[in-house]
């Protein structure tokens, strides 16, 4: 789900329990507009991955998510 605040879902996606997160994540990113300034995303770290983030930056979204564990080199969100 996508959400403006805790009462306000902007756009949801429910799916198997065996779909990855990621993939349908990037599809509901997609459906956001690009943003005229920076907006925060909040995420789960089931939804790190590079082409998401990517798709992400691209809308003018901030994507604040911490790393996978299994990351080469992990970061620390900014909280």
Not at 46 to 51: F, L
Request: hydrophobic content about 40%; charged content about 25%.
């Amino acid at each position: 789900m996508v959400a403006a605040s805790c009462k306000d879902a902007l756009i949801w996606s429910l799916t198997p329990g065996q779909a990855g997160d990621s993939p349908e994540g990037r599809k509901l990113v997609e459906a956001i507009d690009a943003q005229d300034s920076a907006v925060y995303l909040l995420m789960d770290s089931a939804y790190d991955s590079d082409d998401l983030l990517a798709t992400a930056a691209n809308r003018s979204l901030i994507p604040v998510v911490p790393a996978q564990p299994q990351r080469k080199s992990p970061w620390i969100p900014d909280k």
